[in-house]
């Protein structure tokens, strides 16, 4: 979809092309705070300071599909996130170059700005992104380390259901019982009178706790590692609560301006069902309780 995105056979020939010049490293510290990649700081010889991510050349998709997301969002002009440069493959190893957020102090209504800001970009058009259907995205992309099917549907509910929900339950299928499969496929029927069709699609972060926003130069939220598609808005707010919650300032923000959601309480846990699921098959046993119980407490 991106077609911008240049693709090199090496990090000195995107730097190359990105600085107009053969330029050489003169510095590259580790950034740390990331779960899958190795991240840096590279300054160019030239004085230019980009953001580095590594991972071994095979996981060069990933790369790619976080650079879709990251475009995604940049095209709705609702809220920042790094310009992406050059991904590629360098030897053994795939790479991703962006721009490095230079992080400024929080400007005084920094979580109420972001909750516009992010309520602005739930409004954008999304037409482009879905082609076939109203949700999904043009490819799949991932979810963390875990794989994430974007086929479009025409229904929000369906989509959930057979794309978000079915397909983690299926490769989780060993962590569970028959009493509990049975509880899930009980869950599945009747996620579609749980969940309701939102007025409008919108383009969703799909990832959204609080690792994956920074402070940027401008003193505002800047989103980085996206797992983009269009869905119902709610399912990121819901990201947001299940590690413990943004600050008020951010809820405030953001249903001020894109309106109240009523009964989204009784549909929070079952959005993040999907996030347990991607835990437990990426991490495993740990998050089998956590899963189980949201399962029971639709199911009975
Ligand atoms: P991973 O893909 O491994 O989860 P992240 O994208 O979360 O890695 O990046 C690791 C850390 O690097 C983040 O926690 C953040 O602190 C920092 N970071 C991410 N993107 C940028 C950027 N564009 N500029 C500067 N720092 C960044």
Redesign the pocket.
């Known amino acids: 979809m991106d077609e911008s995105l240049k693709r090199y056979d090496s990090l000195k020939e995107a730097l190359t092309d990105i600085y107009g010049k053969d330029v050489g490293v003169c510095q590259k510290s580790p950034?740390?705070?990331?779960?899958?990649?190795r991240?840096y700081l590279l300054r160019a010889c030239d004085g230019g300071v980009l953001?580095l991510?590594e991972n071994t050349a095979d996981n060069l998709n990933f790369f790619i599909k976080e650079a879709e997301g990251l475009e995604a969002i940049r095209k709705t002009k609702a809220i920042s996130v790094?310009v992406v440069k050059a991904c590629g493959r360098d030897g053994f190893d795939s790479f991703l170059l962006?721009?490095?957020?230079m992080q400024g102090s929080r400007n005084k209504d920094f979580y109420e700005e972001f909750g516009r800001d992010l309520a602005a970009m739930h409004a954008a058009d999304t037409e482009e992104y879905t082609g076939s259907g109203s949700f999904g995205f043009v490819s799949d992309n991932y979810i963390g380390a875990g794989y994430q099917v974007n086929t479009p549907e025409e229904k929000w509910i369906d989509f959930f259901r057979l794309k978000r929900l079915l397909p983690q339950i299926k490769r989780a299928e060993k962590w569970f019982n028959d009493t509990e499969s049975k509880a899930l496929d009980r869950l599945l029927e009747k996620a579609g009178d749980i969940l309701v069709e939102p007025e409008k699609p919108a383009l969703l972060h799909g990832d959204l706790w609080s690792?994956?926003y920074?402070t940027g130069p401008d003193g505002r939220a800047w989103l980085?590692?996206p797992a983009v598609y269009v869905g119902h808005p709610e399912a990121d707010i819901a990201m947001t609560e299940l590690f413990g919650g943004f600050p008020k300032a951010f809820y405030g923000g953001y249903f001020e301006a894109a309106g109240k959601m009523p009964g989204y309480e009784d549909r929070r846990d079952l959005y993040n069902l999907y996030h347990l699921l991607n835990h437990l098959n990426l991490f495993g046993a740990t998050y089998h309780r956590a899963v189980m119980s949201v399962v029971y407490r639709y199911t009975g």
């Not at 962006?98 to 957020?101: A, C, Y």
């Open positions: 950034v740390s705070g990331g779960d899958i990649n991240a953001f991510k790094p962006m721009e490095f957020i690792g994956n920074m980085i590692d």
